[in-house]
């Protein structure tokens, strides 16, 4: 019975697994090798999608970088723009009330016309009356000396009230001579700002 062969456990235990193999589907080495490849192969696909992923970043900070300057640029632009028209408003506040000083200068310049002629009147009335005194030295009469002296009295009064105007009329020219070079001062402040 030497002869015959010895039961091998194993050899029984490998039957039954190959038959467990088929009906179980379980891996052989060859399906182990092939999934380690597989398992390589998405390794390094995982590598170069991470190194486009990191590329990817990169040219999104780039452009998110390139966005960020652009945008304070326009900033920087709105506030040129606002700081412009802020100047442009005091301009235009500045023009309104150089304006308004010319019309009150306009205004005094039309009294004193009118003054000037008031003051040709009067100058006429007093080469009238210095005729008149003339020819009340002439005279002889006694009555017509009072009149004449009352005349004279009245005179006085006027020649009184005269310089009254005259004095205002000298206030007034140093008003208007002092407005123009204002006016003056503000055109070239104006003509050099523009």
Known sequence: ?????????????????????????????????????????????????EEQIWKLQNSLGALNKDNLEL??????MVKQ???EFQKT??????????????????KDLVDIKIIQVNLRNVRKELEEIKDSQKKIIKMNNLDEQKTIHSDLQEVKLELNQLAEIKNEIASIKEL???????????????????
């Open 81 to 83: 723009i606002q700081d």
């Open 71 to 76: 945008f304070q640029e326009m900033v920087q």
């Open 1 to 49: 019975m030497s002869k015959d062969k010895m039961y091998d456990p194993y050899e029984g235990f490998k039957q039954i697994s190959e038959m467990w193999a088929g009906i179980m589907n379980i891996p052989t080495k060859k399906d182990v090798a092939n999934v380690a490849n597989l398992s390589i192969q998405a390794g390094g696909k995982i590598d170069i999608l």
């Open 89 to 106: 408003v005091h301009e235009v506040t500045e023009m309104k009330r150089v304006k308004d000083d010319l019309q009150e200068l306009r």
């Open 176 to 194: 208007v001579v002092k407005d123009s070079q204002k006016g003056k001062t503000k055109e070239k402040d104006l003509v050099s700002t523009v």
